[in-house]
C-alpha cells in the first residue's frame, strides 16, 4: 500500500510543470503565514474574500499569457488592451449601448504578426500595446468616461457591477467565481485536448511540430486570443470595479502576468508549464501585494519586495489613510493633507500610490478598511474614485474625502459613499489663463504674478 502511495506521488511530481507548480503553492502559504504573524488581520474572513477577489485579474491575465509563455512567445500588449476594454465599455455604456468583444481583434493581429509574418513576438506586441493604449485614450476624446450609470441607467449599472465585481454568490465574490470558471475552461482546453498538445508542441520545438502537422499560424492565434479575451475580460471587471472607463486600467499589466505565469513554473522559453502553477503564482503575487499593504511598508520597500516594515501607531489611535498619484500637486496636497493632522489624536498611515489608476486605489483601500481605518482621503480623480468605491464595497461607516470632480465622484458623494470633494474653480483657471495669454500677446509683463483661482468644497 505504502508502495502504491509513493509511486503516485512520484508520477505526480513527474508530470512536466508540476514541482515548480507546487513550489509556487508552498511559497503562497509561507508568505502568507509570514505577514499573518506580521499582522493578523490577514487572517480575517473579510480579508481573505478580498484577497481572492482581488487575486482574479492576476489570475486571468495570468492564463492569457501563460497560453502564449508555452508556445515561446510574449504578449506585451495585454496590459493595453485591457485598458481598451475598459474604456470601450465604459465609452459604450454610458451612451446606452452594452460593450463588445471588440479586443478580440488585437489577438487575431498579434497572431498573424508573429505566426503568419515570423515577426519577433517582443516587438510585434509592443506596435499593438502602444495601439490599443492609444485607441484607449482616443475612445472618449482623452479623458476617463462618465459613470457608466449615466449611460445605462442607475439599476443596469448596478447590476453590471455586482456581475463583474461587487456581488456574491453562495457567499463568494463574482469576480473570483468568474475567474475561476475561465481557468476550468482553459486549464481543460490545455490539459486535456488536441490544441492543447499543439500549443506545447510549438514551444517545445516549432520545427519538430510543422513536421507533424502542426498549424504554428493558427496555434500561434489562438493562444493571442485566449490572451485578449482573458485582457477583455479584465477590462470589465476594471470598469465594474470603478464604475467607469480609466485610461490608465491594466497599465503594467503585461508584466504581472508574466509575473503570476513564471512565479508558477511556466517557462519564458516554451514549451513548459501548467496553469495550476500560474494559480499559484497569481496567488503569491496578490498576497504579497496585500501583505505588504497590511504590514504598512513604504511604497520604495513594496516596490523593491524586499524587506517589509510593521506598522508604528498607537494602540488608542484613529488611522486615516492618504491614497494618491506620485506626481508633484498632489504630493503637495498629500503634504498638506498631513499637516492638517499635526497635534490631533489620530494617526496617519503610510501615503500608498496608485498612478491615477482607481482599480488600484481601490484595492489599496480596501485592505486598509479591513484593519480598520475611519477615513480616507484621495488625492486625485482616480484615488478619490476607488476610496470612495472601497467604502461603498464594504458597506462601513467611513468617512471619505477626496479632490478633483467628476460624474463619478458626484455619484459617490449623492450616494452618500463620499463626504464632499475639493474642485479647482476651473471656469476661472479658464478665465484667467486666457487674459494672461492675451496680455502677452499684446507684449504686456506678466511679471511672474501667481494668481489664486481657489478650491470649491463641493458636498451632497
Not at 474572513?45 to 492564463?63: E, H, Q, T, V, W
Not at 497560453?67 to 475598459?86: E, F, K, P, Q, R
Not at 463620499?418 to 479647482?424: K, P, R
Request: proline share 2%; net charge neutral.
Amino acid at each position: 500500500m505504502e508502495a502504491k502511495k509513493a509511486s503516485s506521488l512520484r508520477r505526480f511530481f513527474a508530470i512536466r510543470g508540476m514541482s515548480a507548480a507546487m513550489i509556487s503553492f508552498a511559497a503562497l502559504i509561507v508568505i502568507y503565514i509570514g505577514f499573518g504573524i506580521m499582522n493578523p488581520v490577514m487572517f480575517s474572513g473579510d480579508n481573505i474574500m478580498n484577497l481572492l477577489r482581488a487575486m482574479s485579474k492576476y489570475l486571468l491575465i495570468g492564463i492569457g499569457q501563460s497560453y502564449i509563455l508555452i508556445t515561446g512567445n510574449i504578449d506585451l500588449s495585454l496590459g493595453a488592451v485591457v485598458g481598451m476594454s475598459a474604456m470601450m465599455a465604459g465609452t459604450l455604456m454610458t451612451h446606452g449601448v452594452n460593450p463588445v468583444v471588440a479586443c478580440l481583434f488585437v489577438g487575431v493581429i498579434n497572431g498573424f504578426l508573429v505566426g503568419q509574418l515570423k515577426l519577433p513576438p517582443f516587438i510585434a506586441t509592443l506596435g499593438t500595446m502602444f495601439a490599443a493604449r492609444g485607441v484607449a485614450y482616443m475612445v472618449n476624446g482623452n479623458r476617463n468616461t462618465d459613470a457608466i450609470s449615466s449611460g445605462i441607467g442607475k439599476e443596469a449599472a448596478d447590476t453590471f457591477q455586482n456581475i463583474f465585481y461587487y456581488g456574491k454568490t453562495f457567499g463568494i465574490y463574482n469576480t473570483f467565481l468568474i475567474a475561476m470558471v475561465i481557468f476550468a475552461a482553459f486549464f481543460f482546453l490545455l490539459s486535456r485536448t488536441r490544441t492543447g498538445r499543439h500549443i506545447y508542441a510549438v514551444g517545445s520545438n516549432v520545427d519538430a511540430a510543422k513536421l507533424s502537422g502542426v498549424s504554428v499560424f493558427g496555434t500561434t492565434t489562438k493562444t493571442y486570443l485566449v490572451s485578449a479575451f482573458c485582457a477583455f475580460v479584465t477590462g470589465l471587471i476594471l470598469c465594474a470595479q470603478a464604475g467607469m472607463g480609466n485610461m490608465e486600467a491594466g497599465n503594467t499589466y503585461e508584466m504581472y502576468a508574466v509575473a503570476a505565469s513564471v512565479i508558477g513554473g511556466v517557462s519564458p522559453l516554451g514549451g513548459t508549464g501548467l496553469l495550476l502553477g500560474t494559480l499559484g503564482g497569481a496567488a503569491v503575487w496578490q498576497t504579497l501585494e496585500n501583505g505588504l499593504d497590511m504590514v504598512h511598508a513604504p511604497v520604495g520597500i513594496q516596490r523593491l519586495a524586499m524587506d517589509f516594515m510593521a506598522p508604528n501607531t498607537k494602540d488608542d489611535a484613529q488611522q486615516i489613510e492618504s491614497v494618491n498619484n506620485a506626481t508633484a500637486s498632489t504630493v503637495s496636497r498629500d503634504e498638506g493633507f498631513r499637516a492638517a493632522f499635526e497635534g490631533t489624536g489620530y494617526t496617519l498611515l503610510e501615503t500608498q500610490f496608485c498612478e491615477g489608476d482607481a482599480a488600484k486605489a481601490q484595492s489599496i483601500a480596501e485592505n486598509f478598511i479591513t484593519e480598520g481605518v475611519v477615513g480616507i482621503y484621495g488625492c486625485n480623480e482616480g484615488s478619490t474614485t476607488g476610496a470612495g468605491n472601497a467604502i461603498k464595497a464594504s458597506g462601513k461607516s467611513i468617512v471619505g474625502v477626496g479632490f478633483d470632480k467628476s460624474d463619478a465622484i458626484m455619484g459617490l458623494i449623492n450616494d452618500g459613499y463620499l463626504l464632499a470633494t475639493m474642485a479647482q474653480n476651473l471656469d476661472v483657471m479658464g478665465y484667467e489663463g486666457v487674459k494672461a495669454a492675451v496680455a502677452a500677446l499684446k507684449g504686456e509683463s506678466l511679471g511672474g504674478k501667481v494668481t489664486d483661482t481657489g478650491v470649491s468644497v463641493l458636498t451632497k
